[in-house]
């Protein structure tokens, strides 16, 4: 079973080398920080895993917001337009997770004010569902 914090850290890993490789490297931040804002640097949310499906498999999806904040909060708008393209295009792919590819389910949103992008996309996946019986094969008749 895929769980959050496996799918916050490979996240992590697709969004630092897509913005090392856009030339725009960043720290990440892992808590909520009100200020002092390091600058360059962007943070993930994972909502919560939710799932459906029936007997024999399980969909589930979960919703991600990547924020990342300019180096320079005057004049950012280049630098979060060329972020926006390399988050959008190393995504679009999918992220791989215990060897299953989650691919996003719809668009990849873009949206920045001011000095920060904030990039919102859903991902979805397959698991086989947990078997909870006997098979026949095992089962011992009366």
Do not use: H
């Not at 360059?40 to 799932?51: F, K, L, N, P």
């Not at 295009?89 to 215990?98: C, D």
């Amino acid at each position: 079973m895929i769980r959050w914090k496996e799918i916050d850290d490979a996240l992590g890993a697709v969004v630092s080398a897509a913005l090392k490789a856009a030339d725009l490297p960043a720290g990440r931040i892992r808590d909520d920080v009100k200020a002092p804002l390091v600058r360059r640097s962007y943070r993930i949310d994972v909502g919560q895993t939710d799932g459906m499906g029936t007997d024999d498999y399980a969909e589930t999806g979960c919703d991600i917001e990547i924020y990342f904040y300019s180096a320079d909060g005057k004049r950012p708008r280049d630098e979060l337009n060329t972020a926006a393209d390399a988050i959008r295009a190393a995504l679009r792919e999918g992220v791989t997770v215990q060897g299953v590819v989650l691919i996003p389910e719809d668009d990849i949103t873009c949206d920045a004010d001011g000095e920060t992008l904030a990039v919102m996309l859903r991902l979805t996946w397959i698991e086989t569902a947990e078997e909870t019986g006997e098979f026949m094969e095992e089962m011992v008749y009366g």
